[in-house]
């Protein structure tokens, strides 16, 4: 017989590991609220340094906002990145919105349009993901600053 | 500002060995970051391969959460795996908000709006919990948008109902929780 899995909620600590395992750990990243509250703590949200960001952008500062559930089979989540200077939007979201482009997607776009994509993952720890997420954000998602 | 170009895909990125990951982790932080997020029992190997470590650095860190309380292992299968006990977690957490800033008053008043949302969510949808309301999600009467709605706000009433019990548990032993120097100006 095997031992039981001690049981509880996969979700208990699970915004606070992505604080401490990812957000807390990103140069670009100034601070770090829960959202409604950390009591409620529904979401995370980062906001980013504009001068610290690979391209030029306004005072605004820009947002990364987390939202995740474990859960089976697949763990639901949307990461969104939002430039409240320039009106772009970035996604991953592994949720149920676009089934025909399989478990994730990842969209972007300015202001009106959104385009979607297939989205896969190397890892299946969330604060994995998020790293990989967060990476490709700062990595491809943006432009290059010129000016470096 | 100059146009966005077509981002790149991301496992073009993540194939990269100069990661922001791995600038700002050592193998060590990953595998207690992967150990404590196993969704089922997995090997020491497949902890180092998730954690992009070698084994034997993995198996010592990993013994050390064992030694801690932090991870379970289970010697009765083939392979010796190990899972997370995540009673500690939620525990951690009911304590973290103990130590927070807030006041239990501040907790009581947030644990009535969360249990009003649910009771809000009740009454709209005639359901007493998250699976019933998504049993009703395969009515053909819905339309696509009423049934995404509905399988978001299960998930949001699920959620909610975890964070009720782990907010409920911070507020009932309140006193129990209470940081060392706090019982001690209470003793005096």
């Known amino acids: 017989m095997s031992v039981p899995h001690p049981g509880g909620d996969p979700n208990a600590r699970l915004y606070e590991q992505l604080k401490t395992d990812v957000l807390k750990r990103v140069p670009q990243i100034t601070t770090i609220q ?24 306004g005072p605004e500062l820009p947002t990364l906002s987390i939202s995740c559930y474990r859960q089976t089979p697949h763990d639901w989540f949307r990461v969104d990145y939002a430039d409240p200077n320039t009106g772009f939007h970035a996604g991953w979201h592994q949720d149920e919105d676009h089934p025909d482009l399989g478990v994730a997607h990842f969209q972007y ?10 989205q ?12 990989e997420i967060v990476d490709s954000l700062l990595d491809d998602v943006l432009p290059p600053d010129e000016s470096g | 500002m100059k146009a966005h170009p077509e981002p790149l895909c991301m496992s073009d990125a993540s194939d990269s060995g100069d990661s922001l990951m791995s ?9 207690r970051m992967v150990a404590r997020q196993l969704s089922e029992p997995r090997t020491v190997n497949w902890i180092a391969s998730e954690a992009e470590w070698s084994h034997e650095p993995t198996k010592r860190v ?15 299968g083939s392979h010796t795996t190990y899972y ?7 525990i951690q957490e009911a304590t973290r908000l103990r130590d927070s800033d807030h006041s239990v008053e501040e907790l009581t008043d947030r644990l009535a709006e969360m249990n009003d949302q649910i009771s809000e969510w009740k009454a709209e949808f005639d359901v007493e919990s998250p699976n019933q309301l998504r049993a009703t999600v395969a009515d053909t009467a819905l339309s696509a948008e009423a049934r995404s709605h509905r399988r978001e706000i299960a998930r ?4 909610l109902a975890h964070r009720i019990e782990i907010v409920s548990f911070a507020i009932r032993e309140w006193e129990f929780l209470a940081p060392s120097t706090d019982q001690a100006t209470a003793g005096n």
């Open chain 2, 62 to 76: 990993i013994k050390r959460l064992v030694d801690d309380g932090i991870l379970r292992r289970d010697e009765s």
């Open chain 1, 109 to 118: 776009g300015t202001d009106g349009a959104t385009h979607r994509r297939r």
């Open chain 1, 120 to 131: 896969t993952f190397d890892h299946e720890t969330p604060s994995l993901i998020l790293w």
């Open chain 2, 84 to 90: 997370p006990d995540y009673r500690q977690q939620a």
């Open chain 2, 23 to 31: 600038a700002h982790t050592t193998g060590a932080d990953r595998v």
């Open chain 2, 156 to 159: 949001q009433w699920e959620r």
């Open chain 1, 34 to 57: 829960y959202v409604p509250d950390e009591i409620i703590a529904k979401q995370l949200r980062a906001t980013f340094d504009p001068a610290r960001l690979p391209y030029e952008t």
